[in-house]
């Protein structure tokens, strides 16, 4: 495995700009670096372009390029589906619920959320890893999908962010 893993602050600014369509609604702390943290807060000073980017990328009723929610990445895909109860469930055994009812469960953004609060309150990285596996290993053909498509480099740093989460493999954060 990989030597390096994802930051909290890696895992909380990616899980926010997936949940986000406006810029500003990302809290990044200051002093905070890297380049996701960096294309935030470009961003915050445009952000119409970043609202235009993130409707076409992820809610565009003409047809979504890059779908955020893992229940659509499975092998029959279904909103609400196995994923999402999976998710809940998870969600549930820690004291998380999502705060929407009618939010599928399994969107990308909440997941790495909830990764980020599970290595936060120390949970043992066997548990974490099984998390990992069963909620974030499938982003790798989300993110392969978010490069192609993204044209802001804002959702390209969101991205290679992602990748960096995927290639720990599920190892413990720090």
Not at 112 to 130: H, K, Q, S
Request: proline fraction near 7%.
């Amino acid at each position: 495995m990989p030597d390096s893993s994802p930051s909290l602050l890696a895992l909380t600014l990616a899980g926010q700009a997936l949940l986000q369509s406006d810029p500003n609604r990302i809290a990044v702390p200051s002093g905070a670096d890297g380049p996701l943290a960096g294309q935030i807060r470009l961003a915050q000073a445009a952000p119409d372009a970043v609202t235009q980017e993130y409707t076409r990328l992820f809610l565009n009723p003409a047809g979504v390029e890059c779908h955020l929610w893992q229940s659509v990445h499975a092998a029959e895909p279904r909103l609400f589906g196995p994923a999402h109860h999976s998710a809940l469930e998870w969600f549930r055994r820690f004291g998380a619920e999502p705060q929407q009812s009618n939010e599928p469960a399994d969107h990308l953004g909440l997941l790495l959320l909830f990764y980020a609060r599970l290595i936060e309150e120390g949970v043992p990285g066997d548990v974490t890893g099984a998390y990992f596996n069963d909620h974030i290993a499938w982003a790798a053909e989300f993110t392969s999908k978010l490069r192609q498509q993204a044209r802001h480099p804002l959702y390209l740093a969101l991205a290679r962010e992602i990748q960096s989460i995927l290639a720990s493999g599920g190892t413990q954060a720090m």
